[in-house]
């Protein structure tokens, strides 16, 4: 949405909202369908290519939305180190806001994270804004408001919808209609900033809302098609067509076992399959997938003819197109993130009575990979030999629940009574051919 100046908001509002298009919010939410695999919208899209009533065998539909887009999520899959004690202590949930907003982000392109106080729990918190409208002035780069519907739980789409309109100066809600709901005096932006994080998934190139997986998206539907047309060569070429010629009207003629069949001199019967290669066909799938995949700096681990185990290290070098991704994202994307979040979230707890240092850091880390029971042990045998790390810290990886004190009687239960050596030195050597003797 642009208006002229500031001044014509309001104005410009209630044009917009009363011939609001859809276009842009319905291809949102019909990937987060995809990706959530909410089998009726799915269904519906399959229908199209299926006008028949009746096509013999149920509509089938695959997930591969949920498993490619959280597959190449996994910046966030380990939670990167933060360092801000105090702010740390007045956040909820940060880590699985980010891991969420992460996902979201690659799957829509554009994503909003609203940071929103808790008053009872003196603490702050964050929602996922899925549909949202940035708001420009003429030739302007970036939006100076935000507008986004709030729905209620139960309510319908196309009941009349209440927007919330946030600016640096301004907020309130907004009717369809164009009517003005006060939230405080003065319609009054308390915090002198719009309480949002914005997540692009690209750099600014043509558009300010970038474009998400649709590939994925369209890559699911190909798959849902591919795989009911399977389904039905399928029961087709098992069973067979029946197929009678030489005969004007089949309709003294039944099939079953039991009932003898008479014909007429002349004509035949018999069942007809059609001539499809089921392996191929199975093989083209796999292809389509792999290359939607590939282009998601992904690859396919197929049940079927799989390695038995791969080491970490072998995963490590075959996912290394992903691992690049995923840290040019901490550049690109993710730092950015954090730190304009942090500012947001600061200037919140600052009208709360809560102060917070300005220093702020985020360590994002490398994706490890999975090792396997052989290496694992080495590198724990390695650490130890050279106090790199303790028992506790190993009781600590296995068990991030315990408390100091139950990690402390941990150890204590493992150490055997050795008064010449420390307790941790043993405890460490204890483990170690514990874990070798396996």
Request: aromatic share 10%; hydrophobic share 35%.
């Amino acid at each position: 949405m642009i208006v002229e100046s500031k001044d014509f908001v309001r104005s410009g509002l209630k044009d917009f909202l009363s011939n609001i298009t859809t276009d842009n919010v319905e291809q949102r939410y019909r990937s987060l369908s995809y990706y959530e695999g909410l089998q009726g919208e799915m269904e519906t899209d399959l229908g199209k290519y299926f006008p028949i009533k009746s096509i013999e065998v149920p509509l089938i539909v695959q997930n591969i939305t949920s498993k490619l887009i959280n597959a190449r999520c996994i910046g966030y899959k380990n939670p990167p180190v933060r360092e801000n004690e105090i702010y740390l202590e007045n956040v909820k949930d940060l880590d699985q806001t980010m891991l969420t907003a992460e996902r979201l982000t690659y799957l829509l392109g554009s994503h909003l994270i609203r940071s929103r106080f808790n008053e009872e729990d003196n603490v702050l918190e964050y929602d996922q804004i899925i549909e949202f409208e940035p708001i420009f002035e003429a030739r302007a780069r970036q939006p100076f408001a935000y507008i986004y519907p709030i729905y209620n739980h139960g309510q319908a789409r196309n009941n009349e919808v209440v927007y919330a309109y946030w600016s640096a100066e301004e907020h309130f809600l907004v009717h369809q209609s164009g009517r003005i709901e006060s939230v405080n005096e003065g319609n009054v932006n308390p915090y002198g900033k719009m309480p949002f994080t914005v997540c692009h998934r690209h750099p600014y190139t043509t558009d300010f809302m970038r474009n998400g997986a649709s590939d994925i998206v369209n890559a699911n539907l190909m798959i849902n098609l591919l795989m009911t047309e399977l389904g039905l060569a399928m029961r087709l070429q098992a069973l067979g067509q029946p197929v009678i010629t030489g005969i004007d009207s089949a309709s003294e003629v039944s099939l079953g076992v039991d009932k003898p069949m008479v014909l007429p001199e002349g004509a035949s019967f018999q069942f007809v399959s059609p001539g499809a290669n089921i392996d191929a066909y199975l093989n083209a799938v796999r292809f389509y997938v792999d290359s939607v995949a590939y282009n998601n700096n992904l690859k396919v681990k197929w049940s079927i003819g799989r390695e038995a185990t791969i080491s970490g290290e072998s995963l490590k070098m075959a996912e290394i197109d992903l691992t690049e991704s995923v840290m040019s994202d901490y550049q690109m994307i993710w730092r950015g993130v954090e730190n304009r979040r942090f500012e947001i979230d600061r200037i919140i707890l600052e009208a709360h009575n809560i102060r917070v240092p300005d220093e702020y850091s985020v360590d994002f880390s490398e994706p490890r990979f999975p090792l396997t029971a052989q290496e694992e042990r080495e590198q724990w045998s390695w650490e130890w030999d050279r106090n790199l790390s303790t028992t506790k810290d190993w009781l600590r990886k296995y068990n991030p629940d315990l408390s100091n004190e139950e990690l402390d009687a941990k150890v204590a239960e493992i150490v055997p009574e050795k008064p010449e050596e420390s307790k941790e030195s043993t405890a460490g050597s204890f483990l170690a051919e514990a874990l070798n003797s396996e």
